[in-house]
């Protein structure tokens, strides 16, 4: 019987594979970077246009919601074609229904809820810290609005539509792309960029830890429908919850949005109580299941496979000398640490 050859792969990639491989890594940076600009640079422009048009007074709950939805829609969905097109991605084998189960879905749940509630803890940790040197950062504001229409966008984008849309751009274009050589380093930096995006600490703390499990399950199920539906069920939550408190206690939902919490605490009343109650007491049993399950996964679980030699090569030592990454990092650090704060 003839044997049969197989191509060995070098441990060190020669430089034209390093050239290809730099080329892989900045195209999914440059996808990044169109989704900066338009997120940003596009909502500056229309923003200008709009007020040099129709003067200030244009802005009402509804249009500055369709605004502020608009925008992102825009920019991911732009940011998501660029991507498949630019790195030729395959969306279609990831909305396959095998590969997880029902129990897959709860676990990842569970871990979710439970890294939100710890995430916002130490948010407001950071905030306390912050509030010590005068600074205080912006943060997305989902308050309900006097403008039923205005309420419908902004919610069906918050709890549908956005979550769709990040997952497809995060867990698909850039978990996919970066993947090939070390799936560890392509979990670390999805989350990482997923967290910043939002471009203000408190979500991007939130991000980057439950961005971690979603890309995980992304990888290990094949299928991004886990992590999609993780990801509207953990919003849809955070909006329940905010909506129950902001009607039962509108003052003190206000204090507690802008970040006033020392002051929001001497506003509780009876009525406010429930919603409080029941949302802490929610979190800290999800934050409680979510260690219990996250030992149980990393005892008994399958972990992700470890780099070989050869996939580390091919990942941090090019990934450093990609300059376009250079840029999604300069960027996502003034948007995150000094845009928020003047």
Partial sequence: MDSVNTPQVSVIPDAEEKKSIRRRYNKVALVLIINTLLFNGLAWAVRVVLEAAFGEGIWNDFTRVLYSCGMPIIAEVTSIILGIKLLKLDFKPMFTRNGYTGGTVAKLITLSIGLQTAAAFIATAIGAILDLF????????????????????????????????????????????????????????????????????????????????????????????????????????????????????????????SGDVMTATELITPEALVPIICTFAFRMGFMIAALIVGILVLVKGRNIRKPTPAGKARTMPIFVTAACWWVVFASYAYLNLIDPFI
């Fill in 134 to 257: 005068g600074l205080k950062g912006e943060t997305a504001d989902l308050s309900a609005t006097s403008s039923l229409t205005a309420n419908v966008i902004m919610y069906f984008y918050a709890c549908l539509l956005g979550p769709v849309l990040e997952e497809l751009l995060y867990r698909g274009v850039v978990l996919q792309s970066m993947r090939k050589y070390n799936e560890r380093f392509a979990i670390f930096l999805s989350a990482a960029v997923f967290g910043l995006m939002h471009q203000n600490y408190q979500q991007a703390i939130l991000g980057f830890l439950v961005g971690i499990p979603l890309a995980v399950v992304t990888i290990k199920s094949g299928s991004i429908v886990p992590a999609i539906f993780t990801h509207i069920l953990l919003n849809t939550l955070g909006t329940v919850f905010n909506c129950w408190i902001q009607f039962s206690a509108p003052e003190l939902f206000e204090k507690i949005a």
